[in-house]
């Protein structure tokens, strides 16, 4: 099993990204989907979740209206398209593979994301 991100980088605040995280080893779509982050002396936090169908996603208070999180079923892949980042955004962050409710059964290595200018 992988979960391989991509994506990451430096960015001025009010900037953009867009992450990817391409799966193999294990039937995508059959797996909620999630993206994390954990900035340095902070826990890792839930930043979205999308359903195995993509109809379901679900974000932290932090990102509503900012982030959008998508999936290709076809492609394996899982995004998070961050826009109007802020410094505050800046973390490490992870993609993560659920095959039934309850915590993620795969993580990715993660990517860091900065937002400085």
């Known amino acids: 099993v992988q979960l391989v991100e991509s994506g990451g980088g430096l960015v001025q605040p009010g900037g953009s990204l867009r992450l990817s995280c391409a799966a193999s080893?294990?039937?995508?779509?059959?797996?909620?989907m999630r993206w994390y982050r954990q900035a340095p002396g902070k826990e890792r936090e839930l930043v979205a979740h999308?359903?195995?169908?993509?109809?379901?996603?679900n974000y932290a208070d932090s990102v509503k209206g900012r982030f959008t999180i998508s999936r290709d079923n076809a492609k394996n892949t899982v995004y998070l398209q961050m826009n109007s980042l802020k410094p505050e955004d800046t973390a490490v962050y992870y993609c993560?593979?659920?095959?039934?409710?309850?915590?993620?059964?795969?993580w990715g290595q993660g990517t860091q994301v900065t937002v400085s200018s």
């Open positions: 993560a593979a659920l095959k039934q409710l309850g915590p993620p059964d795969y």
């Open positions: 999308i359903s195995r169908g993509g109809i379901i996603t």
């Open positions: 080893g294990f039937t995508f779509s059959s797996a909620a």
